[in-house]
């Protein structure tokens, strides 16, 4: 029996349906608000608005769950990888080991770029923001297979498989002649398809002419990890971004690409990077943690890589890569300090009431940049790293939004706050 909700205003009742989730969200379907009340909602920030109905991901953040498909983070963190995991994102099962094989093999040997293409990174300063590179590149990728970036939304659909392993597989090398361009190597570097993903990457980013890459600490394991625990998040700032732009009927390429922009900033993406710079400035001063704490208190100060819109317990992604940032740490042999001030950071705000009150726990950006300098990533590319990962499930709301014939433009409406009208005044007469 369907159920309704009633908006009272002034005397008046209006019915609106009650629509209920696969894990018994409610919500208030609103979408003849203002043609029965003529009123619309406000809700800056989005907060309490669901923009769409998807079957990819499921958060509780009350309860710190987080699920891609119905399968549990934690449990895709210890039997799976980065690989298979976003073919389970994209495709909405796991993959037979046929499929899965096909996958990856059309993944990993898309890898290497065309020589017009290395050409754009000579265009860039070495002094430019890699994510500013990724997501101009990336839709510049989308003009070098013009095929499946044509904005008819059917062709694109017709093509997005391809399209999808294409992106996948070249996102890596994008990134890695990014870090190469920007620390003078050679860009003539390709893609080994005989290597696993991450493995890959690392080779191309970290090779140099005559000494390839090793990878002597474990670092492509630990970096697939962070990937496959950053690959979708439900209707985070980014994943919303790419949605934003696709609803317009654009392609692939350019809404991902609009998602790259939207994860840079330090609010979301870029909290990683944050992160890092917080627990440096914090060791050089030689406070043990307790100043910042005050200082965040005190609101001069945030204290990166805690809180979260969602999650009011602990952020899953954050417990597993603490877990993965100490194991890396021991198998390299490093005793690195931001660790120490990092676990004290997070016992202190746990216990604190400022924290706790507000429900700010240790998000999926706190420990991360841990492991990637442990590894070798320079800050400067760690929400580079951030968006290689959550490519998957940017493609995977692109197509599902794509796939729905009912899905209509995102434009919200305003509350104006500026002039009423006013007649227009000629220069020569305002004085
Ligand atoms: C990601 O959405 C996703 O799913 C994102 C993500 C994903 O996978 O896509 O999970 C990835 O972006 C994780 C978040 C990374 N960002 C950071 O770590 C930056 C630090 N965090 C804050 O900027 C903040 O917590 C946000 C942006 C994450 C959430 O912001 P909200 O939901 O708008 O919360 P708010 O800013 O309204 O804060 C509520 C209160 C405020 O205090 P009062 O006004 O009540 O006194 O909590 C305080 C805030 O000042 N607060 C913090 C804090 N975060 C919130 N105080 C100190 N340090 C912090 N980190």
């Not at 619309?40 to 509780?60: H, K, M, Q, R």
Request: charged share 25%; net charge neutral.
């Amino acid at each position: 029996m369907e159920s309704n909700g009633i908006i009272r205003i002034d005397d008046e009742n209006f019915e609106f349906p009650i629509i209920e989730g696969t894990e018994q969200e409610k919500a208030l379907d609103l979408r003849t608000l203002r043609a029965k009340t003529g009123f619309v909602a406000f809700d800056e920030g989005y907060g309490n608005t669901g923009s769409c109905e998807s079957a990819i991901t499921f958060i509780n953040g009350e309860k710190g769950i987080l699920r891609h498909r119905g399968y549990p983070i934690e449990q895709l963190a210890e039997h799976s990888n980065f690989v298979e995991t976003a073919y389970l994102i994209i495709n909405g099962e796991l993959p037979t080991a046929a499929s899965l094989n096909a996958f990856e093999g059309n993944v990993l040997r898309s890898g290497t770029l065309n020589a017009n293409m290395i050409s754009l990174f000579k265009g860039f300063n070495t002094s430019a923001h890699p994510m500013a590179m990724l997501s101009s590149i990336v839709n510049a990728l989308g003009t070098y297979n013009a095929q499946y970036a044509t904005n008819v939304r059917k062709i694109d659909l017709e093509h997005f498989d391809t399209a999808a392993t294409l992106l996948m597989s070249k996102v890596r090398s994008i990134a890695a002649l990014s870090y190469r361009m920007k620390v003078g190597l050679p860009l003539d570097i390709e893609s080994d398809s005989s290597k696993f993903y991450t493995e890959d990457f690392l080779t191309m980013m970290f090779s140099k002419p005559e000494i390839e890459y090793e990878d002597t600490c474990g670092a492509a394991k630990a970096l697939d990890l962070f990937f496959l625990l950053h690959a979708d998040h439900e209707q985070n700032c980014s994943t919303s971004t790419v949605r934003m732009v696709a609803s317009s009927g654009a392609n692939l390429f350019a809404s991902i690409s609009a998602g790259i922009s939207a994860l840079w900033g330090p609010s979301h993406g870029g909290a990683n990077m944050a992160v890092i710079e917080m627990l440096e400035s914090i060791h050089a001063s030689g406070d043990d943690g307790s100043r910042f704490i005050e200082a965040a208190k005190s609101g001069k100060a945030k204290l990166m890589g805690f809180g979260h819109r969602v999650y009011k317990n602990y952020d899953p992604r954050a417990k597993i890569l603490g877990k993965s940032a100490i194991k890396v740490l021991e198998k390299i042999g490093v005793n690195d300090p931001l660790l120490d001030i990092a676990s004290r950071l997070e016992k202190a705000a746990l216990e604190d009431d400022y924290f706790v009150s507000r429900k700010l726990y240790p998000n999926v950006d706190f420990y991360s940049g841990i492991i990637l300098k442990a590894i070798g990533i320079p800050v400067e590319f760690f929400t580079v790293m951030f968006a290689i990962g959550r490519i998957p499930g940017w493609m995977a709301n692109w197509k599902e939004i794509a796939k729905n014939s009912k899905s209509r433009i995102h434009r919200p409406r305003q509350i104006y706050t500026g002039s009423n009208e006013r007649n227009f005044v000629k220069l020569e007469k305002r004085g």
